[in-house]
């Protein structure tokens, strides 16, 4: 339950913290972002992390599905209501996964292969494009973050609690460092594996379970997990690796892909997956409890109970406000592998 305070008993300083975080939100709303495509130099427009017409349709219920609201000028405020869990809003599949990563044209031309052709288990030119996919989602997503912190911390910092003023600060160094040196460095790794068609560099792991899951993800994971702090350096960027969940009619593709860079890092989620009992293990822990761009059906979501809701979303945010990862719920049942 939320310990904030509302209405015409709220503080003075949360009101005038509310009101400029509204007045910043409107200006970032007139911000144009760079098309990802190396030396391009055109406005990025809503590309989409996970397929419209495709995956999101799969679960969809009149055309909507529940989806991670990532306005963080929401966040904001609700964090200066007490809250600090993250929520699901129903969002149209047009919306629910968009975010500013390619021009037009670059976004046509780079992801025909994985939107308009059929996806083919174990293909690596589709599984190098599911990774770049995820890999933009995760850069543009924390490029608007740091722009939106930045125009923030001097406004609304001071009406928060100390505790979350310096959580708050790491949050923002994580995110600019990312885009310093991890962002650069997979982006530019995928690209020049696309463009040499050299897929020898880019390591898969694609099972096609016989069942319609109820969840759709297209995500970055640092597979450390719980041991980022003890494997982190600052010599050398993160691991990192994509997962995706793609449901169809009467299927749904699990892609798992990583670079020989984090090769050794990466390993003991490919051998989860050679089992239902493992892929159902890294299917709630990556698709959900470690996702930022999870997409799940409206009737799944409401036919869980609020204890089991509760831990999902306090799993969902971030480890700066969360710590680590404890009890992961199984909610997302595997029943068998394809044969």
Known sequence: MSHGISGKSERPEIRRAKWLTGKVEKKFGKLKFRCLYPGCGQSAISSHSQQKEGQLRAIAKS????AIDRNLFQQIKSMLRGEGNCSFTKKGIHEASAFAGYCSEHDQMIFAPIE??????????QAALLFLRATSFEYATKRKAAIQLDMLK????KDLSPNWQEEGGAWLQGIKLFLDREGPFFLGQIFDIITKKDYKRLHISWVRVPQTLPISVTTSVCPWLNDYYTEWSADRPQAMVSFCIIPASA???????WLDYCHDDSLWIQTEMQTPEGLERVVNLLGIAESEDLCISIGFWDSLSEHAKHLILSNMRHDAFRGPITDVPLIVKIRQLAE
């Open 154 to 157: 001097n406004i609304v910092e």
């Open 116 to 125: 308009n052709q059929k996806l083919i288990p174990g293909d690596p030119s």
């Open 63 to 66: 055309g909507l599905v529940y």
């Open 251 to 257: 299927y749904t593709d699990v892609v798992y892909s």
